[in-house]
T-cell receptor
């Protein structure tokens, strides 16, 4: 059972380009979370999705950022017209359906976005 | 903010000593998880403690949870150089959101 897979591991984009970050959750997991981590800082919650639904996007910037988790395929975090301040590590986590006391989140290795 | 808060923010101890990190949170939770992150790397899950548990052990790790005080502690005994990393607590809240604290940077001195 492969873990949470994120790709690419490293992504370089010029200012104004689009960045697409992919996250394939663990098999059987239908909850996906995205986090952003700036250098020397903690993980900031961005968005929580279940299949085909955005449950909580309170941590997402209102503009340029979007996320989806389609019925088939990976979850995608899209950043349009990237700026230097978007440079960060973006982590995805997944968990099983029916969150409860035993629910454990498994993390991918992250995508390190650099905007030049 | 619903994020947890770890303290201290940074901790340096001699190899072989015990390291204690604390985490406080604000909302009701289903469980609390501790993660380790080496510099520039991904997150490694260390231990999960459920909201109805008070203490849990795993190897050199000991975690406590006090839901009345909304706080948790992570104790690493007999620290080693390889324990140098950042440690984060994350709470699974009742609304299914997982929220992280800002982390404690632990440095083990030789």
């Amino acid at each position: 059972n492969a873990g949470v897979m994120q790709n690419p591991r490293h992504l370089v984009r010029r200012r104004g380009q689009e960045a697409r970050l992919r996250c394939s959750p663990m098999k059987g997991h239908s909850h996906v979370y995205w986090y952003r981590q700036l250098p020397e800082e903690g993980l900031k919650f961005m968005v929580y999705l279940q299949k085909e639904n955005i449950i909580d996007e309170s941590g997402m910037p209102k503009e340029r950022f979007s996320a989806e988790f389609p019925k088939e395929g990976p979850s995608i975090l899209r950043i349009q017209q990237v700026v230097r301040g978007d440079s960060a590590a973006y982590f995805c986590a997944s968990s099983e359906q029916g969150a409860g006391m035993n629910t454990e989140a498994f993390f991918g290795q992250g995508t390190r976005l650099t905007v030049v | 903010s619903q994020q947890g808060e770890e303290d201290p923010q940074a901790l340096s101890i001699q190899e072989g000593e015990n390291a204690t990190m604390n985490c406080s949170y604000k909302t009701s939770i289903n469980n609390l998880q501790w993660y380790r992150q080496n510099s520039g790397r991904g997150l490694v899950h260390l231990i999960l403690i459920r909201s109805n548990e008070r203490e849990k052990h795993s190897g050199r790790l000991r975690v406590t949870l006090d839901t009345s005080k909304k706080s948790s502690s992570l104790l690493i005994t007999a620290s080693r150089a390889a324990d140098t990393a950042s440690y984060f607590c994350a709470t699974l809240n009742r609304d299914d959101k997982i929220i992280f604290g800002k982390g404690t940077r632990l440095h083990i001195l030789p």
